[in-house]
């Protein structure tokens, strides 16, 4: 079983940044794809970002493409997401999802693991 814990949200105004934390409870990291997904009020959860297990390879929503970034550091079984010039849109529940595979469709679709979840709010 694998936890999966995140951190770093809160408050933020409109046009700021702020930086996810998820980390990972797995012996083994690196042998899992990661993603962020999240949930606005009153939306159904979209995905976010994606990143592959050795994190040469990275995927975004075109909502936040060229705005967020995600990152990995397997050493310290955690991922982050960059997130620079928030909207009020990015108002949302942020989660990291985790799944033992190569393939980040197959994470996206089904992934095997959850975390809880931190919460990001955009002010005007």
């Known amino acids: 079983q694998v936890q999966l814990l995140e951190s770093g949200g809160g408050l933020v105004q409109a046009g700021g940044s702020l930086t996810l934390s998820c980390t990972a409870s797995?012996?083994?990291?690196?042998?899992?794809?990661m993603a962020w997904f999240r949930q606005g009020p009153g939306k159904e959860r979209e995905f976010v970002a994606g990143?592959?297990?050795?994190?040469?390879?990275?995927q975004y929503s075109p909502s936040v493409n060229g705005l967020f970034t995600i990152s990995r550091d397997n050493g310290k079984n955690t991922i982050y997401l960059q997130m620079n010039n928030l909207k009020n849109e990015d108002t949302a529940m942020y989660s990291c999802?985790?799944?033992?595979?190569?393939?980040?469709?197959?994470?996206?679709?089904?992934?095997?693991?959850w975390g809880r979840g931190t919460q990001v709010t955009v002010s005007s």
């Open positions: 797995a012996r083994t990291f690196s042998d899992f794809s």
């Open positions: 999802a985790a799944k033992k595979t190569l393939v980040m469709a197959s994470l996206y679709a089904s992934p095997d693991y």
């Open positions: 990143i592959s297990r050795g994190g040469t390879t990275t």
